[in-house]
């Protein structure tokens, strides 16, 4: 296999499943925790799973899956095909009205296609998740399609610059704790903290093949109107041979302040958990 799929995939493979984070809150032996259970399956990112991979992945006994399959394809979140189940309408049409994500992606697409067309680089908007980041946007051209992250997959804050921008914003030392465990092998808590202090300090993060050999990434963020919130980043991916570096960073912050500016003037985003308060160095 080519070195960069196969890199492509070791990082996919490595995101969280959207439903892991929350499944301990739900009982499993409940209809709703089943249903969640059911729906969550497809986070790996299948677009059409069959009765017995469905019931394998879900961890839900095949009686159940074809009981309450039923049931959600009546009501519009599953479908069914030839091939098996996938997600309904009812899922999309829902998720698009979330009101902090569907407000900053409708107020964040003009400013990131202007980015798209000036960095010449494949554009992502992201938002926290505990110690993951979710993303909300995605522009890249046809050569670019296999690089990073699809819109709605997560991942491991450790692993992507938009997820380390979040982490050093977090709140306190638990940040940098979660940030270890969350991480795939041993991590230097030292150099850590230090990296979470420059980042601080510059206002922007990176990461350099990481996650696609050839590839580094530069994140920003993007403020709560009128506030110090971290609410979301902004980020660009290029070839590592690209030495444009300062002049990226600057049209990145330029792209986040645009951002910044429309939410401000659309009566902003809720100031909820999703986001992080910037925090002084040290």
Same mark, same amino acid.
């Given at each position: 296999?080519? @070195?960069?799929?196969?890199?492509?995939?070791?990082?996919?493979? *490595?995101?969280?499943?959207?439903?892991?984070?929350? *499944?301990?809150?739900?009982?499993?032996?409940?209809?709703?925790?089943?249903?969640?259970?059911?729906?969550?399956?497809?986070?790996?990112?299948?677009?059409?799973?069959?009765?017995?991979?469905?019931?394998?992945?879900?961890?839900?006994?095949?009686? *159940?899956?074809?009981?309450?399959?039923?049931?959600?394809?009546?009501?519009?979140?599953?479908?069914?095909?030839?091939?098996?189940?996938?997600?309904?309408?009812?899922?999309?049409?829902?998720?698009?009205?979330?009101?902090?994500?569907?407000?900053?992606?409708?107020?964040?697409?003009?400013?990131?296609?202007?980015?798209?067309? @000036?960095?010449?680089?494949?554009?992502?908007?992201?938002?926290?998740?505990?110690?993951?980041?979710?993303?909300?946007?995605?522009?890249?051209?046809?050569?670019?399609?296999?690089?990073?992250?699809?819109?709605?997959?997560?991942?491991?804050?450790?692993?992507?610059?938009?997820?380390?921008?979040?982490?050093?914003?977090?709140?306190?030392?638990?940040?940098?704790?979660?940030?270890?465990?969350?991480?795939?092998?041993?991590?230097?808590?030292?150099?850590?903290?230090?990296?979470?202090?420059?980042?601080?300090?510059?206002?922007?993060?990176?990461?350099?093949?990481?996650?696609?050999?050839?590839?580094?990434?530069?994140?920003?963020?993007?403020?709560?109107?009128?506030?110090?919130?971290?609410?979301?980043? @902004?980020?660009?991916?290029?070839?590592?041979?690209?030495?444009?570096?300062q002049r990226l960073?600057?049209?990145?912050w330029a792209t986040?302040?645009?951002?910044?500016?429309?939410?401000?003037?659309?009566?902003?985003?809720?100031?909820?958990?999703?986001?992080?308060?910037?925090?002084?160095?040290?």
């Amino acid at each position: 296999m080519h @070195v960069r799929a196969q890199a492509d995939l070791e990082c996919q493979e *490595t995101a969280t499943p959207a439903f892991e984070t929350s *499944t301990p809150e739900l009982h499993a032996d409940s209809v709703l925790g089943k249903a969640h259970l059911l729906l969550g399956a497809f986070s790996s990112g299948s677009t059409c799973l069959g009765l017995t991979e469905l019931s394998r992945r879900s961890g839900v006994p095949k009686t *159940t899956v074809h009981r309450l399959g039923s049931e959600l394809v009546r009501l519009g979140f599953l479908a069914r095909t030839a091939e098996g189940y996938q997600l309904g309408w009812r899922i999309f049409e829902l998720g698009q009205l979330v009101p902090g994500p569907a407000r900053l992606r409708t107020v964040a697409q003009p400013a990131l296609l202007d980015l798209r067309a @000036v960095a010449r680089a494949v554009i992502h908007l992201a938002v926290p998740q505990g110690t993951d980041c979710v993303y909300l946007e995605r522009l890249a051209g046809r050569r670019e399609a296999a690089l990073l992250s699809s819109v709605g997959s997560r991942m491991p804050g450790l692993l992507t610059a938009s997820g380390r921008l979040f982490l050093a914003h977090g709140e306190g030392e638990g940040a940098v704790l979660d940030a270890c465990g969350a991480a795939p092998g041993p991590t230097d808590v030292a150099a850590l903290r230090s990296e979470f202090d420059q980042i601080r300090n510059r206002h922007w993060a990176e990461e350099r093949e990481r996650c696609v050999p050839g590839f580094k990434t530069f994140a920003v963020p993007v403020m709560h109107p009128g506030g110090d919130r971290v609410i979301a980043a @902004v980020s660009a991916t290029v070839p590592m041979a690209r030495r444009d570096e300062q002049r990226l960073i600057h049209v990145l912050w330029a792209t986040a302040a645009d951002i910044g500016r429309g939410l401000y003037r659309g009566a902003a985003v809720p100031r909820g958990r999703s986001g992080y308060r910037v925090k002084a160095a040290g």
